[in-house]
């Protein structure tokens, strides 16, 4: 039977032309999503960052500040600056000057403190450039008017080291009144009670020695005392104990207060440190802090009561920001230049009083004045007093300062000294600041990054007469980073969780967080987040907020700043698309830390305020992401540093990135403690005083929307891949477990006939051996001399030349026209099927075997495929049925190159193994065109060979078992053919097979899930369409999806670890089922060492081959047999019997 038109054949493009434009439709809308998102990005649109509370908000406003008294015209007259002081000094010599054994600039100070973290980093950098460091160190309990000692071991060991002097400095700071408030009460009490004023000087003592330290600083303030007799008596009892044991006693004054009788009090100290700062302070009029006018004045007068050789002159490192009718805050001078480049303020040098100024709005609206000192007014009031002859030179404070100072701060800078060895002024022109210790502004754990390193440039006038920095423009700011806090916490904690959203923890933290009422802040990584849309969208809406954490999880620090930028607005634009509303919270992978010090911490701060976003850190971390971490350890690290620091309430946790079912078993208990505690859960937004809104603003923008649909589109098709990736993998799992247990089982049952099989043959009905040729003639005659050799007694061979071009039908002629068992006949061309069915028509046995014209047997073949038909129908047991169609073992007999050894390794592993297994449930869908026998009834039932399709042996196989017979496989008739030697011919071959093998199923597509016809329409139909077409079609994207992993995953060890173990896995299995199937078939396991390459490549070829018969279905072109050219090269059949 032949039919005019193949299957999937059609004249009109209808069809193919509609694939084409859907296919075109969806590429463009997929590459239309590309620019989209570009476009989105590109124009980085970002929400406006909300101003936070200003400072002054929490300072006191001033309704009558201060007025420092002014010079009268008489003290103008007498000091009329620097300047004036130093060439008057050079005309009348050294009238002033005391002489003294001490040299008059032997000591340069400064005073340390612990409670900012750039007092340390100055100490370390600049101790080199001290001789002697007055730390705040000691400290007066107000409860019990006892000492307290309060020692930095860092910067006791630094200091040691380094052999400067340590001169601890003792205050009367009560900070239950304030921060920096001096309680005179204290010293009252202690003053006036021999007993409590006895132990302060033992303890004194005690500590000093303790901790080997040189002397004493006395930094009493605020006195209540009605006169100085008993603050003198204190210092002379001090002076007394102290001074014996060869420490120094060293004390505190400042200018025009009257509680100090400087003349009494220098008979009691070693050095008296002249606080020659703050003419104008913080709850004063704006103004100089250290006028030089003024230093002069407080000087002179000083001097004239004590030697100014005992003076140690302290100059400022800091400045005041005074708001309008606001109590000024202390600046220092990394600060006071961050405000002037966020104003855009123009910093003016006065070269009267040499201090620095500027105004500036804020954000509220609100004027500021502000003034500070830098190393240019620190140079001159340093000349100044080495010039007058004091002991020397104070800084207040190491961490304020101008790092200018350092360049000079270790000479002499009078005038004799400028002359023998002078100063390089242009040092001082230009400044390289550090990228790491930043200045931070106020306290909180959310970070806005005020200003960035900076190179600072300076433009200089100096008066060369008098040696003095006379005028100073501040072309760019030198800054470095500095850090404003917001965010203090009040009996407040706040829960964040970062790395998510997963599917497996973050449901089960939102579930515990609505059961316990409790906000919480999610800090969510884009990829994540892409991967889980549902879980991000469930997110937004229970009212969570949501910051951004990167799209990959990189090392901010480590990254490109264009890769770190698109890291950023990547997630941000995500979020946008998927909840509505934009962040301006951030926090950057490995670096959450609320204090920042590194350039490593401190690089990923500064990214994010240029790319308009708050850094939210945290100073309670319980580190929930170690490995084989408890839920008792999260919870009991989170208390302690809680309790350790009450001050401090943001909470990092984390909710993905790795088992986190410690932290959701700890968060409950977590949640209670506080709660119990009465301490209050709350949110970013609250904590800095803003709304949900302000600081995750709605969105409202087409481009966003899109974007929405596009990550939605892309979500589903991911998960859609993904799913039907893990589906395939699950099912091809499946697969091989059930074929494995049926080949064996088959195995099993096929043992039954092995003695039966072992006899000879009762009868033996005629048969016909049916040899189809197209342009065969290197084949040809060898097959037909190797058919002669069965020993089968009752066989004819029908030889059929389908109009072949070359010289086959002669060659056969010639070699077999005299040999009875041979018939030989030629046709016009008219495709495989037909000669066959030609074959066919001119026999009348009752059985045929086909086989191809490139194909050798084993001389026992014949026989073996006739004993399914004779004996399997006589034993009882297994599937009951006749034998319609016999399928034979076919391998591969020209192993001379990978390509054929690729192929040998298939028919064994894939074909030969699967018929194997479907022959135990009558669901074997190919008789293989090289050797398969058939009962004639069966054919013509089924309507003999079919030219509708290019696989007519799949067809003929499915349309037999429709009618009822049995397909049964023999893997003792062994057949041996010519495979493939090139790539060309390889895929002209299985193009032919998976081609016909589609258009088998789609002709017999009604037989699918029909349980009428059993195990071929429950079974072995829904196997072709599984396995051979659905999930081929899908397995490139897997492959793609294991490039991507590799690629996205090169940098994380775990999840290639992860994918290597997935992979070999896989190939295990496959090595197992290829080894069962070996095994079987008796082949030789060294083979195997060929199934390695071919799985990296021969899958491959076989995607090609499946879209290129996919796209020809589509097209609907009539399809040829095609022309395979031989070779020749299958090795001779051995004649013994097979095993």
């Known amino acids: 039977m032949t039919g005019s038109k193949q299957i999937f054949q059609t004249n009109s493009k209808w069809r193919w032309r509609t694939f084409q434009w859907t296919g075109r439709l969806i590429i463009f809308a997929i590459i239309l999503m590309v620019p989209v998102v570009i476009i989105t990005l590109a124009r980085g649109i970002k929400p406006g960052l909300p101003v936070l509370a200003s400072e002054i908000n929490s300072m006191h406003h001033v309704a009558n500040p201060v007025i420092p008294a002014g010079m009268n015209a008489k003290e103008i007259k007498k000091y009329k600056g620097f300047n004036e002081y130093l060439a008057a000094r050079e005309k009348i010599g050294n009238l002033k000057v005391n002489t003294s054994s001490v040299n008059a600039s032997e000591i340069r100070a400064a005073f340390y403190v612990d409670w900012d973290p750039q007092s340390f980093f100055s100490l370390q950098k600049n101790i080199d450039k001290l001789n002697m460091v007055v730390p705040e160190w000691f400290f007066i309990d107000p409860a019990t008017d006892t000492l307290r000692p309060d020692i930095d071991m860092n910067a006791l060991k630094l200091m040691k080291k380094n052999k400067v002097k340590i001169i601890a400095l003792i205050n009367n700071i009560n900070e239950r009144l304030g921060a920096g408030e001096f309680d005179g009460n204290i010293i009252h009490r202690i003053l006036n009670n021999p007993a409590k004023k006895e132990r302060l000087i033992n303890d004194m003592v005690k500590y000093i020695r303790q901790y080997d330290l040189q002397g004493i600083n006395i930094d009493f303030e605020e006195f209540k ?16 104990r102290l001074h014996p044991m060869g420490l120094i006693v060293t004390q505190d004054i400042m200018p025009y207060n009257e509680d100090f009788n400087i003349k009494e009090l220098a008979k009691y100290n070693d050095y008296m440190f002249l606080m020659a700062y703050d003419e104008h302070y913080s709850n004063s009029v704006p103004g100089a802090i250290s006028s030089q006018q003024w230093i002069e004045k407080v000087l002179d007068e000083t001097a004239s009561e004590v030697p100014s050789e005992k003076i140690i ?25 961050s405000n002037a480049k966020q104003f855009n303020a123009a910093i003016d040098f006065n070269n009267d009083n040499y201090n620095n100024f500027y105004n500036y709005t804020d954000a509220d609206s609100i004027n500021h004045e502000v003034c500070f000192l830098d190393a240019a007014t620190n140079f001159n009031t340093i000349r100044f007093a080495d010039e007058y002859g004091t002991a020397g030179t104070a800084l207040w404070r190491l961490g304020s300062e101008d790092e200018r100072l350092w360049s000079f701060y270790t000479r002499s800078l009078t005038r004799q000294s400028l002359q023998q060895q002078p100063f390089d002024f242009n040092t001082l022109k230009f400044v390289t600041t550090p990228t790491a210790s930043p200045d931070y502004i106020g306290d909180g754990e959310v970070l806005n990054v005020m200003t960035v390193p900076q190179s600072g440039k300076l433009n200089l006038e100096i008066d060369s007469s008098e040696g003095l920095i006379a005028e100073q423009q501040y072309v760019q700011l030198p800054t470095k980073y500095v850090i404003k806090k917001y965010g203090n916490v009040h009996k407040q904690v706040i829960l964040t969780f970062d790395d998510g959203p997963d599917p497996e923890y973050t449901p089960q933290v939102l579930d515990i967080l609505n059961r316990e009422k409790v906000p919480a802040t999610f800090f969510v990584v884009g990829m994540e987040a892409e991967n889980n849309l549902p879980l991000l969208k469930r997110i937004a809406a229970e009212g969570y907020e949501i910051g951004n954490h990167t799209f990959t999880h990189p090392n901010i620090a480590a990254v490109s700043t264009e890769r770190a930028a698109t890291e950023m607005e990547s997630t941000r634009l995500l979020i946008e698309a998927v909840t509505g509303r934009s962040t301006v919270l951030f926090r950057a992978p490995y670096n959450a830390d609320a204090e920042p010090t590194t350039e490593a911490e401190l690089k990923p701060i500064a990214l994010s305020k240029e790319k308009n976003y708050y850094t939210v850190g945290e100073s309670i971390d319980p580190n929930d992401w170690e490995e084989g971490v408890t839920a008792d350890s999260v919870y009991e690290r989170t208390i302690h540093q809680y309790e350790s620091n009450p001050e401090k309430g943001i909470i990092l946790l984390h909710d993905a990135g790795g088992n986190r079912q410690a932290t959701v078993d700890a968060l409950p208990r977590i949640i209670h403690y506080f709660k ?3 301490i209050q859960f709350t949110t970013v937004a609250n904590l800095i005083g803003k709304t949900k809104d302000e600081v995750m603003p709605p969105v ?57 099989y072992a006899l000879p043959l009762k009868e033996s ?35 059929i030349d389908d109009g072949s071009k070359d010289k086959t039908y002669n060659r056969v002629l010639d070699a077999f026209y005299e040999n009875s068992k041979v018939k030989i006949l030629t046709k016009a061309n008219g495709g495989k099927a037909s000669a066959l069915n030609f074959g066919i028509s001119q026999t009348d046995c009752q059985y045929v075997i086909c086989i191809d014209a490139d194909t050798q047997l084993k001389s026992d073949a014949v026989t073996q495929l006739m004993k399914r038909f004779i004996v399997v129908e006589s034993v009882k047991g297994g599937i009951e049925g006749v034998v319609g169609a016999v399928a034979g073992n076919v391998k591969v007999g020209n192993e001379n190159t990978i390509l054929t050894k690729w192929q040998s390794i298939e028919y064994t592993t894939a074909q030969n193994f699967d018929r194997r297994a479907f022959d135990l449930i009558n669901g074997i869908t190919v008789v293989p065109g090289a050797i398969g026998a058939f009962k004639k009834e069966a054919i013509e039932k089924a309507g003999g060979f079919t030219t509708d399709t290019l696989a007519e042996d799949c067809d003929l196989t499915i349309r037999i078992l429709r009618n009822g017979y049995r397909v049964v496989n023999c893997t003792e008739a062994v057949a041996v053919t010519e495979a493939p030697e090139t790539l060309k011919q390889f895929m002209k071959q299985r193009f032919r ?5 589609m258009q088998s199923f789609w002709k017999n597509r009604d037989a699918c899930f029909n349980p009428k016809y059993k195990a071929l329409g429950m079974v072995a139909l829904p196997n072709i369409l599984l396995f051979q077409i659905i999930l081929p079609i899908l397995a490139p994207l897997a492959d793609i999806m294991l490039i991507i992993s590799l690629i996205w995953n090169r940098h994380n060890s775990a999840s290639l670890h992860k994918i290597e173990l997935y992979y070999i896995i896989f190939f295990a299995v496959d090595i197992f089922v290829s080894v069962i199937a070996f095994v079987f078939e008796k082949e030789k396991f060294s083979k195997l060492i060929w199934l390695i390459p071919q799985r990296f490549v021969y899958r491959q070829l076989m995607y090609v081959i499946l879209f290129k018969a996919i796209s020809k279905a589509i097209k609907g072109e009539s399809q040829g047999w095609g022309i395979l050219k031989r070779t020749g090269n299958v090795k001779q059949v051995s004649t013994s019997t097979a095993t």
């Open 993 to 997: 097979w998976s081609y016909g093998i």
């Open 765 to 799: 009905p005629a048969v016909s051996i049916i040899v189809p040729a197209y342009n065969e003639e290197i084949n040809a005659v060898k097959t037909i001399e190797n058919l002669l050799q069965q020993d089968y007694p009752n066989f004819d061979i029908v030889f």
């Open 700 to 756: 409202h923008n087409n481009l966003v929307q899109l974007n929405g649909k596009i990550a939605s589109f892309g979500y589903w098709f991911e998960h859609f891949i993904t799913a039907a990736f893990w589906v395939a993998i699950v099912l091809g799992f499946i697969r091989i477990a059930i074929m494995a247990i049926m080949a064996g089982m088959q195995k099993m049952r096929s043992n039954i006939y092995e003695q039966v």
């Open 313 to 337: 002159v302290c100059f400022a490192g800091y400045g005041y920001d005074w708001p309008k009718n606001t109590e000024a805050t202390t600046v220092t001078y990394q600060q006071a230049l």
């Open 225 to 240: 005392e009605k006169g100085d007799e008993s603050i003198i008596a204190f210092q002379k009892e001090l002076y007394e």
């Open 676 to 678: 119990n505690k009465g």
